[in-house]
């Protein structure tokens, strides 16, 4: 059963970065589009990042300048790197492969 596998996840300062890794979301020939999502307490999910298999990318206003979503060049990992953190970021971020395969979360808690 393919299911993506996030992680990277913590706790970090405000102003801070975090990198978040997706992998296990299937294999070059089946994947057409990978995104970042996120949840906060009491919030519906969102989406933060996405980039498909031409590399085309898509950011939520709240993160653009500050996210970057990118892969390796195998299509092994998805990377979304996180800079000038703030406690708004604070949410679970999920990996969704294809808008149909989800990953399990990893935390990102922004606090001082």
């Known amino acids: 059963q393919v299911q993506p596998v996030e992680s990277g996840g913590g706790l970090v300062q405000p102003g801070g970065s975090l990198r978040l890794s997706c992998t296990n979301f299937?294999?070059?020939?089946?994947?057409?589009?990978i995104s970042w999502y996120r949840q906060a307490p009491g919030k519906q999910r969102e989406l933060v990042a996405s980039?498909?298999?031409?590399?085309?990318?898509n950011y939520a206003d709240s993160v653009k300048g500050r996210f970057t979503i990118y892969r390796d060049n195998a299509w092994n990992t998805v990377y979304l790197q996180m800079n000038s953190l703030k406690p708004e970021d604070t949410a679970v971020y999920y990996c969704?492969?294809?808008?149909?395969?989800w990953g399990k979360g990893t935390l990102v808690t922004v606090s001082s």
């Open positions: 969704n492969a294809n808008y149909n395969l």
């Open positions: 980039i498909s298999k031409g590399g085309t990318t």
């Open positions: 299937g294999s070059i020939f089946s994947i057409y589009i």
